[in-house]
């Protein structure tokens, strides 16, 4: 059995943040997307942002570039292309982003959470969208 790791993570870095609250942020809706998908040779990066809005006056925006060392060609090219091999590695980075957040916005007006979430499977380039249910909502 061969254990070598088919690519490295090479880490994330904050691009852009916008926080705009007065009291506890609780947002209705957070949106996830990934966009500039870029793939030369073995390194491969993206973009994430994440946008959360309570009302107009009341609302986050975070964007983050990941990047990646690809390191088997042979698996990168059963994944399928560039959109495939981004749903793959998002889940790899987004519960180091879902911390960041939570870390930034933890002031006294209290912390950002992002729901801990199971992403395998899911072909985010497609867009993710996280809805709040209310808990009479949920029966």
Sequence with gaps: MDNNSVYDYLGYHLLSANIKRDRYLKPKEIDIKIAKIKRKDANFSFEISIRGE?????????????????????????????????????????????????????????????PIIDLRGIRITDGLKLIRKEKEDIL
């Design 54 to 114: 309570e009302n107009e006056k009341q609302y986050f925006m975070f964007d983050f570039l990941v990047r990646f060392k690809l390191l088997d060609d042979e698996w990168v090219k059963a994944v399928g292309g560039n959109d495939n091999l981004a749903s793959i590695l998002f889940p790899i980075v987004f519960p180091f982003i879902r911390q960041s957040i939570f870390a930034a916005t933890n002031d006294s007006l209290g912390p950002i959470f992002i």
